[in-house]
């Protein structure tokens, strides 16, 4: 599946679109500023990812600080028999660029 861009994905939130999003950076990250996403982060993935098996079939959309994690996280995802993929491009660099840290 594609990756999207923080427009696109923005798009989706306000649509209401099902889709499971992920924030794969640290905790303290996570608590600074977020888009709503559950927080896994990067390293964690490896442990819960069993417990996302019933996940595989579903649209995930990763996002981190500048889409760097959150790619390591789809490539070891999509290793792991997850399907659709996504992540976002530019991360949260670009997303308070465009629309600022602010709802």
């Known amino acids: ?6 427009n696109e994905l923005k798009r989706k ?15 303290y990250e996570h608590e600074e500023f977020n888009i ?3 927080l896994i982060p990067l ?7 069993e417990e996302m098996n019933d996940e595989k079939d ?3 959309v990763l996002y981190c600080r500048s ?3 959150s790619l390591q996280a789809k490539m070891f995802m999509k290793q792991m ?10 991360g949260l660099v670009d997303w308070v660029e465009e629309f600022g840290m602010g709802e």
């Open 13 to 27: 939130i306000e649509a209401g679109e099902d889709f499971i999003l992920i924030d794969v950076r640290e905790p």
């Open 58 to 60: 579903k649209e995930i």
């Open 36 to 38: 709503g996403g559950r």
């Open 81 to 90: 028999g997850f399907k659709k993929v996504r992540n976002t491009l530019g």
């Open 43 to 49: 390293s964690s993935i490896p442990a819960v990812i």
């Open 1 to 6: 599946m594609e990756d999207i861009t923080v």
């Open 67 to 69: 889409g760097n994690r």
